[in-house]
């Protein structure tokens, strides 16, 4: 089932519409699933509650699942007939008309141990997680096209993984996470309170942000049984950054970004460890 439709306009992203449209075309004309995922994708599920994006892009990311890297070629032949450029990197391209930056991130059989090697220079394109949060998506309609987007705690999951890869380079994948944490509770309130009250504490001293975020853990915790390699580097990632305050380059993050107690942006990260690994009956 599709969830409400929205329009591109409220997803704050300069030429979506067009952008998405030329993908959406080739794509489905060649019959490969694809998935929407990174900010375009937190904003659809966001505004299910009318809670409007935090900040523009100028880049849309996809996940296309996919069998070959000829295959992967074929897609990338078809839009720069409809004028997108190569860039260094493979997987990005740049649609020239509307200077928007699109990312096709291969999964499915052209992987190699959660991995896929392009040539002698690209060879680690890391892709762990997406088989198994792919799967787990939803549709969503935005006008008259049909896109699938992955779960919001699959997509905790997916940019934790890609800020482990590449901090440096994966700056704003720390505020996506906050962001998601910050309105989890609003996005899914009933559901929270039905099936994770005991998280709700007798005094009156309740944190909604650790709430939403060892919620956020219980919900991911099913993805992370279906990959022993995405287990250990998710666990890895938040083990090495709630260990020493002092040296959690993640929650130094979000205490410059919101002013807040570094301990405290740990606590965040440790009530999501701690709801991945427990055991509930």
Known sequence: MSESSQNYKK???PFFREVFELVDDVLKNRGIPYYLIGVSAIAL??????????R??????FAIMI???DQFKEVVNDLEKTGFNKVEAPWTLVQGEYDVVVDLLPFGEIEGNNMVGFNERYTDLHVLGFNEVMKHSQEYEIEDRVVQVP???GMVLLKL????????DRSNDPYDILRIIEYYNDLEFETNMLEHHDLIPEEDDFDER???SRILGRKAKEYLDGSEALKIRIIQVLEENTVD???SRFAKSWAVEKGWDLEYCVSLLIELKTGLLEKRS
Do not use: H, V
């Open 245 to 247: 305050a002092k040296e």
């Open 56 to 61: 523009g892009t100028k880049d849309i990311d």
């Open 11 to 13: 997803l704050a992203t």
């Open 210 to 212: 650790k709430f939403s």
């Open 67 to 69: 069998s070959s890297l």
């Open 161 to 168: 993984a890609a800020w482990s890869d590449r901090p440096e």
């Open 45 to 54: 599920e966001m505004l299910k509650k009318g809670i409007k994006p935090a």
């Open 151 to 153: 779960p919001i705690p």
